[in-house]
């Protein structure tokens, strides 16, 4: 298996059939699943995907669904999800974001099988906004290389945008972390580099259940956690970015 699509969601039987939409649009030429990883919804999400999987129209494509009978959380759901992907690459999108790019995967692929030395890569992508209807274009429209030192900064990615090689790392940091996608970026950087391309394939939305802010957890305190996480992760070459991480968020009250 080429790749695997990581797919998790919870209760969002609007959104889940532009999501598994975008998959099935793929053109490729290699064989890819999709694994499927639904959270115990109480909607009619898990009646949606099943019928969905009957109406797969993509010959490369092969389904596998996970319906869990107990709600595991949007983290521990993902580390789950992710030891039954089978592909040399993994590919991540959430079910309430879509591809709009039907050359996505076959993009990605071609660079990660031309550069070996890259273990990651991601794309630019539209913002929308569901409260006010609009589309916004993130990111920038140079392609360039990332470092993990960058990633140390700043979450750079757009979850729905990244493939990244199938590695061997730790998921007990990803399962304590608050934001998992920026820990795996950092996770995996470790053993290499990450290119951007600045293709736009993909629409990340915006709305009440998927922002930080609404979670019970408050927003620096959040932030907080993921840093002494960094700490764990890196040692003491992060230290030096945990201090002014510290004073950022507890003396000028920035959490940007």
């Given at each position: 298996?080429?790749?695997?699509?990581?797919?998790?969601?919870?209760?969002?039987?609007?959104?889940?059939?532009?999501?598994?939409?975008?998959?099935?649009?793929?053109?490729?030429?290699?064989?890819?699943?999709?694994?499927?990883?639904?959270?115990?919804?109480?909607?009619?999400?898990?009646?949606?995907?099943?019928?969905?999987?009957?109406?797969?129209?993509?010959?490369?494509?092969?389904?596998?669904?996970?319906h869990r009978d107990l709600n595991l959380?949007?983290?521990?759901?993902?580390?789950?999800?992710?030891?039954?992907?089978?592909?040399?690459?993994?590919?991540?999108?959430?079910?309430?974001?879509?591809?709009?790019?039907?050359?996505?995967?076959?993009?990605?692929?071609?660079?990660?099988?031309?550069?070996?030395?890259?273990?990651?890569?991601?794309?630019?992508?539209?913002?929308?906004?569901?409260?006010?209807?609009?589309?916004?274009?993130?990111?920038?429209?140079?392609?360039?290389?990332?470092?993990?030192?960058?990633?140390?900064?700043?979450?750079?990615?757009?979850?729905?945008?990244?493939?990244?090689?199938?590695?061997?790392?730790?998921?007990?940091?990803?399962?304590?972390?608050?934001?998992?996608?920026?820990?795996?970026?950092?996770?995996?950087?470790?053993?290499?580099?990450?290119?951007?391309?600045?293709?736009?394939?993909?629409?990340?939305?915006?709305?009440?259940?998927?922002?930080?802010?609404?979670?019970?957890?408050?927003?620096?305190?959040?932030?907080?956690?993921?840093?002494?996480?960094?700490?764990?992760?890196?040692?003491?070459?992060?230290?030096?970015?945990?201090?002014?991480?510290?004073?950022?968020?507890?003396?000028?009250?920035k959490l940007y």
């Open positions: 298996m080429k790749v695997s699509v990581l797919m998790i969601t919870y209760n969002q039987e609007d959104y889940i059939s532009d999501a598994i939409k975008g998959v099935f649009n793929q053109i490729t030429n290699f064989e890819f699943e999709i694994v499927i990883s639904n959270d115990a919804s109480t909607d009619n999400s898990d009646f949606k995907i099943r019928e969905l999987q009957k109406t797969n129209y993509n010959e490369n494509l092969s389904i596998k669904y996970l959380g949007m983290i521990l759901n993902y580390s789950e999800t992710f030891k039954q992907c089978k592909g040399k690459y993994i590919a991540t999108c959430e079910g309430d974001d879509y591809w709009v790019d039907p050359y996505k995967l076959q993009k990605q692929v071609d660079f990660m099988e031309s550069n070996p030395d890259y273990v990651m890569c991601f794309t630019r992508y539209q913002r929308y906004f569901e409260d006010t209807e609009v589309f916004q274009i993130s990111g920038h429209n140079e392609s360039k290389t990332y470092n993990l030192k960058d990633f140390m900064h700043a979450n750079h990615a757009a979850t729905a945008t990244v493939m990244f090689r199938s590695l061997n790392f730790d998921l007990k940091y990803l399962n304590n972390s608050p934001f998992g996608d920026w820990v795996l970026y950092n996770l995996i950087l470790k053993y290499g580099d990450a290119y951007y391309m600045n293709d736009v394939t993909a629409v990340y939305r915006r709305h009440y259940f998927n922002s930080d802010f609404y979670n019970p957890m408050p927003y620096k305190k959040k932030l907080y956690i993921l840093n002494r996480l960094f700490l764990r992760i890196h040692g003491v070459k992060y230290f030096p970015i945990f201090i002014k991480q510290v004073i950022k968020l507890f003396v000028f009250n």
